[in-house]
């Protein structure tokens, strides 16, 4: 029994010794060990100078440079009081226990934030932001903006040098006399030229030239009418010189374009007798044009105007230009007058129209084209103007026969030379089409006018 107990004696003391040494070699190894295991490493000389005292911060540092931490790729120590941009990546570095703050990597490579963006923006000028202070940059930026605007002020004297003032001009004008007009002046000018009997043939048609540039658009033309104008215009339809008709003629017709007040005026101001006397008498053919402009200005959109052109006999004086040698041009517009006419009545009757509109059609429904067509052989007229050689005289003439087709159909028919001139022209214009065609035009002109003449004799049977 002691022989046990003496046993057990001297294990225990056998482990008692081997726990000293351990706690003596663990002590001695941590004693040992590299300090970046720890939390925190500090440092006597950071609490104390040699002298033992603690050390005061210096105040040479700018403290606005302490405001703004400007994050890289890299980890850079966040000093106190620094903010840190939103969206850096911040981590506490177990070695030295400060706070540390870098650029996050995206995917790319690069940074989205919009601090990156700028830092980009200043490498490519080659400027480190790391060595200027908030105060520099600012500086700086004053600087910037001053010889902005110095560069402005200096672009402004330049264009001064070039180009003078609006109030300098004006004096110039004033001493030279040149007064800026307005066109309601300019044309009362030209019309008391026109009017004055002091002026001379060559100035009264120079006066009528430029007012038929100005009476084109509408607002002058009804002030043209208010001045005393269109009468004067009218009245020089009645000039026994041509070429003061001719200019008279020219100005009616511009006046007259689309402007219902002024085509009202003209009507009860006579000028449809006169137009229709001018074409129907002998007078030179440049003069007999102008006419005609005026009439169709006159007459189109005009039903009433259609009524009285038709009372007066102007389809009878229109076709009495067919018997007249060397006014093949003249029959042609005669024609395209007459196909507007047409045309303009099948559209107003086939559109979907109001209260307003329905008086109209019923104004359009007193004008009686087709029996006066019928009476004076038209029918007969129009297919022969297909014979002249221009295109555009053709196309023209074409159309009229078509849009005549309903009511001349029996008497196209039987015109053999009707029939003879449309095999002639599909010929030609198949040759020209297929040139078109092989130039890579597959709708060209002629291939138009080959469509209108196969449209018409297949309408012909």
């Not at 008692?16 to 706690?23: E, K, R």
Request: charged letters at 30%; hydrophobic letters at 40%; aromatic letters at 6%.
């Amino acid at each position: 029994m002691s022989h046990w107990a003496g046993h057990l004696c001297t294990v225990a003391k056998v482990s008692l010794l081997l726990l000293l040494v351990s706690a003596v070699f663990f002590q001695s190894s941590l004693s040992e060990r590299v300090p970046e295991f720890a939390l925190t490493k500090i440092e006597e000389s950071d609490i104390k100078d040699g002298s033992g005292k603690e050390p005061i911060a210096g105040d040479d540092a700018d403290p606005e440079d302490l405001e703004v931490f400007y994050p890289t790729h890299q980890w850079q120590a966040v000093r106190p009081g620094q903010a840190v941009p939103a969206g850096s990546h911040v981590r506490l570095n177990l070695q030295t226990g400060e706070r540390e703050a870098r650029l996050p990597d995206s995917e790319s490579g690069k940074s989205d934030t919009k601090e990156e963006k700028r830092r980009k923006r200043l490498n490519k000028m080659d400027i480190d932001t790391n060595s200027f202070t908030s105060q520099e940059l600012k500086k700086a930026l004053a600087k910037m903006k001053e010889s902005e605007k110095a560069e402005r002020m200096a672009h402004e004297e330049e264009v001064r040098k070039k180009f003078r003032p609006i109030e300098q001009l004006k004096e110039e004008f004033e001493k030279l006399n040149v007064k800026m007009e307005t066109d309601y002046e300019i044309m009362d000018k030209l019309i008391s030229k026109f009017n004055s009997s002091a002026s001379t043939l060559d100035e009264k048609v120079a006066a009528l030239y430029d007012l038929e540039y100005y009476v084109h658009q509408v607002d002058n033309a009804k002030d043209f009418l208010s001045m005393g104008g269109l009468r004067l215009v009218i009245e020089g339809l009645n000039s026994t010189e041509a070429v003061l008709k001719e200019h008279a003629a020219f100005v009616l017709g511009a006046a007259l374009s689309s402007n219902p007040k002024v085509q009202i005026e003209a009507i009860e101001g006579g000028a449809l007798q006169k137009l229709l006397v001018i074409v129907a008498t002998e007078q030179p053919q440049a003069v007999k044009k102008k006419a005609l402009f005026a009439l169709s200005s006159l007459l189109r959109h005009f039903p009433y105007a259609q009524q009285q052109f038709l009372k007066l006999g102007g389809l009878q004086v229109l076709r009495g230009l067919f018997r007249q040698p060397g006014t093949s041009a003249l029959c042609v517009r005669a024609v395209t007058l007459l196909y507007d006419l047409f045309v303009e009545k099948m559209l107003l009757e086939d559109s979907q129209h109001g209260d307003h509109a329905e008086e109209k059609v019923q104004q359009y429904r007193r004008v009686q084209l087709v029996p006066a067509v019928l009476e004076q052989d038209w029918c007969v007229a129009v297919p022969g103007l297909l014979a002249l050689p221009e295109h555009d005289a053709r196309e023209k003439v074409l159309k009229a026969v078509a849009v005549l087709m309903e009511f001349c159909r029996e008497r196209f028919r039987g015109d053999a030379a009707l029939g003879a001139t449309l095999g002639l022209l599909r010929s030609e214009y198949e040759e020209l089409a297929a040139a078109e065609r092989r130039d890579g035009d597959g709708d060209g002109y002629f291939q138009e006018l080959l469509g209108s003449v196969n449209s018409i004799l297949r309408e012909l049977g």
